[in-house]
């Protein structure tokens, strides 16, 4: 029988305000983690761990700016705290800032492909240590529809995306042998704050959930499940793989 439970794991979660992280922070808690959710704005930390507290799970905020890569190793220390060395991470932190090409500038660049592509890695590599001192780890990183496919207004945030996949596949080859596995999720479209521009827009929504292949778009709730399954003892041979979490958007 595969093994889904998380009891006796430590997680921390990244991008954990709102969106998809914060529905994964609290996936995790209720499969039996212990989650430490980390972002910049303390009083929705907050609220999120009163969340997961109220169905008897533990969970710790942590507010942070990821973006100072400089601040790192003690972002990591300091996420190590609450419950001890990490088992689990979900790299979910992320910008779009939706610049036409024409319009993108250095530092707009720079923004997003750290906070996208060398946050997840660099912020990574401070757990490995202790992962491979338990042989046995888990790296959730969060790639796109656009990681493969173009999007109007999408350039920098694409090349972003489309770097992550490349970057989960290499993680894997570096640490897999020391049973650190490191798979991507690909979300479609779901309602947070990074998709509000879609949301605002009926027409594009509907447009959109006709593209998929079940004929919605996607509901946090549908999360849960592939976010467990890729934390837990069941998903140990796998990894190296981008998963689209899409209803069979790219099906199509």
Not at 70 to 92: C, H, K, T, W, Y
Not at 194 to 222: C, F, H, M, W
């Amino acid at each position: 029988m595969a093994d889904f439970s998380l009891t006796g794991k430590v997680a921390l979660v990244t991008g954990a305000t709102s969106g998809i992280g914060r529905r994964q922070a609290l996936a995790l808690a209720q499969a039996g983690a212990a989650v430490v959710l980390l972002g910049r704005r303390a009083a929705q930390l907050q609220e999120a761990v009163a969340e997961i507290e109220a169905v008897e799970a533990k969970a710790a905020a942590l507010s942070a700016d990821l973006s100072d890569r400089d601040q790192l190793p003690n972002i990591a220390e300091r996420a190590m705290v609450p419950f001890g060395s990490i088992d689990i991470l979900i790299n979910a932190a992320g910008v779009n800032l939706r610049q036409p090409a024409e319009e993108i500038t250095l530092e707009s660049w720079d923004t997003t492909l750290n906070l996208n592509l060398a946050v997840p890695f660099f912020l990574s590599r401070e757990f490995i240590p202790a992962m491979e001192k338990n042989s046995w780890g888990r790296i959730i990183n969060i790639a796109s529809l656009q990681s493969s496919r173009a999007f109007p207004n999408g350039l920098a945030y694409g090349a972003s995306k489309g770097g992550v996949s490349q970057l989960t596949r290499a993680m894997a080859e570096a640490w897999s042998r020391h049973g650190i596995t490191c798979n991507a999720i690909a979300p479609g479209f779901f309602p947070t704050e990074l998709t509000a521009p879609v949301y605002n827009d009926p027409d594009l929504l509907n447009k959109l959930a006709a593209q998929t292949a079940i004929g919605r778009n996607g509901e946090l709730s549908d999360v849960d499940g592939l976010t467990v399954f890729l934390a837990s003892p069941a998903s140990d041979y796998l990894t190296g793989q981008v998963i689209p979490l899409d209803g069979g958007f790219t099906a199509k």
